[in-house]
């Protein structure tokens, strides 16, 4: 079966709303990951909540913490969005 075609208007209004969808899940990822980074601080996990406290700077090791999770998390869940986008479900019948 033939795929319709889509309007240009339509098409530009189809990738804004994945782009805002897409944004929207990497955002969300990425608050994930900086709740978890704080929860392993918080908890103090492996001592870590104690070194962060103690540092002659603490803010330096806890973004050393939680950048990066939040930047794993976003994408983790970004990349599950994009796989799991419908578009041949848009076109069946």
Not at 21 to 43: E, M
């Amino acid at each position: 079966m033939r795929k319709p075609k889509l309007t240009p208007e339509a098409a530009r209004e189809d990738h804004r709303q994945m782009l805002i969808q897409l944004a929207l899940n990497a955002a969300g990822g990425a608050l994930i990951g900086v709740l978890a980074a704080v929860a392993i601080i918080w908890l103090d996990i492996a001592g870590l909540g104690t070194r962060i406290g103690r540092a002659s700077n603490p803010i330096i090791p806890a973004l050393l913490l939680i950048i990066p999770f939040a930047s794993v998390f976003g994408g983790v869940v970004a990349a599950s969005f994009i796989i799991s986008l419908p578009y041949k479900k848009k076109f069946r019948d």
